[in-house]
Each structure stands twice: as C-alpha cells, then as structure tokens.
Nanobody
Framework: QVQLVESGGGLVQPGGSLRLSCAASGSIGSISIMGWYRQAPGKQRELVATITAGGNTNYADSVKGRFTISRDNAKKMVYLQMNNLKPDDTGVYYC???????WGRGTQVTVSS
C-alpha cells in the first residue's frame, strides 16, 4: 500500500514562489511516473507536471518556464517548485503515482493579493 502526503501549500501573492513536497509512505517505484495535478474551484482536475523514473519531465503549457518538477527516489519524495505564481494557479494540488493510480489528499495553493 502506498500513501502520498502533500505539503507546502499556502497563500502567496502574485509573482511569489512556493515549493510543494510529496512524501510517499511506500516506494515511489523505479518505474513509476510521478505527477502533480491541480483542481481549481468549479473546474476539472488537470495535469500540471509529470516526471519519469529517469528524470524526463512533461509540463502543462500554462506552467512551462515557471514550474519545475523533481524527484528523489532514495528519499521517496517528489517536489514541485512554483515560481512567478499567478492567480490562475490557485487550486488544490495533488500528488499522483501512475502505477497503482495512487493519489494524495491534496494541498491548497492560493495566489492572491
């Protein structure tokens, strides 16, 4: 059984930065793709970024150049560095592991002045 726990969310002004962390209770797996998704109020959950075990990354167009996903397999951690945040980045951010389709409970990010 794998549990994913997100942290690092909060309230930040436009242009600010946050770093989200995802801690896995079990292995994140040498072959698993880890990802961050978000859901804004009244909208569907959407992909933010993914990273393969080998470090290949993929980003939503809306966050390219501003967000960076990374992982530390030894520490069973996945990170999302978010810079130059915008109000449209507001939402609940979820950590995901594709193998087994595991989800965390999410962490709230609010970008507002």
């Amino acid at each position: 059984q794998v549990q994913l726990v997100e942290s690092g969310g909060g309230l930040v002004q436009p242009g600010g930065s946050l770093r989200l962390s995802c801690a896995a209770s079990g292995s994140i797996g040498s072959i698993s793709i880890m990802g961050w998704y978000r859901q804004a109020p009244g909208k569907q959950r959407e992909l933010v970024a993914t990273i393969t075990a080998g470090g290949n990354t993929n980003y939503a167009d809306s966050v390219k150049g501003r967000f960076t996903i990374s992982r530390d397999n030894a520490k069973k951690m996945v990170y999302l560095q978010m810079n130059n945040l915008k109000p449209d980045d507001t939402g609940v951010y979820y950590c995901h592991r594709n193998t087994g389709d595991y989800w965390g409970r999410g962490t709230q990010v609010t970008v507002s002045s």
